[in-house]
């Protein structure tokens, strides 16, 4: 009997989670961001109400978002990250022209105008 090896997450090549980056908001709450696209705090707890992951590409979105939340963590407070990282995985999800301007919008409560999944456009001469 043979089991099929799980895809790799991450481009190092390895399946476990692991840590790929840290940042430290602007009053000096550590954040992780993990290979599967968990975000815990310095302590290892996950955020509270970010849920995890549960397929591979709800994984490979929340690591986009997590990379996205990750430019800009540094200028922001921890007890707005939570928010910012919703924020940040509404804008991944949604597809928008700049994923960054729109995670931004959606923070500051603001419409956002994005694509639709699947929509192509023709030039017709």
């Known amino acids: 009997m043979t089991t099929a090896t799980p895809a790799p997450l991450c481009s190092c090549g390895s399946?476990?989670?692991h840590k790929i980056a840290r940042r430290q908001t602007a009053d000096g709450i550590r954040l992780d961001l993990?290979?599967?696209?968990?975000?815990?705090s310095g302590m290892g707890f996950?955020?509270?109400g970010l849920g995890?992951?549960?397929?591979?590409y709800e994984a490979e979105r929340d690591?986009?978002?997590?990379?996205l939340l990750f430019a800009e963590v540094e200028l922001y407070d921890g007890a707005e990250v939570a928010r910012l990282a919703k924020c940040a995985?509404?804008?991944?999800?949604?597809?928008s022209?700049?994923?960054r301007e729109a995670m931004l919008r959606y923070f500051r409560g603001?419409?956002?105008r994005t694509m639709k999944a699947g929509r192509t456009f023709r030039w017709v001469a």
């Open 15 to 17: 399946v476990a989670a």
């Open 34 to 40: 993990w290979s599967d696209g968990t975000i815990t």
């Open 46 to 48: 996950m955020l509270q």
């Open 52 to 56: 995890a992951a549960r397929s591979d």
């Open 63 to 67: 690591v986009e978002a997590g990379w």
């Open 89 to 95: 995985r509404k804008a991944v999800r949604q597809r």
């Open 97 to 99: 022209d700049s994923p």
């Open 110 to 112: 603001e419409r956002v």
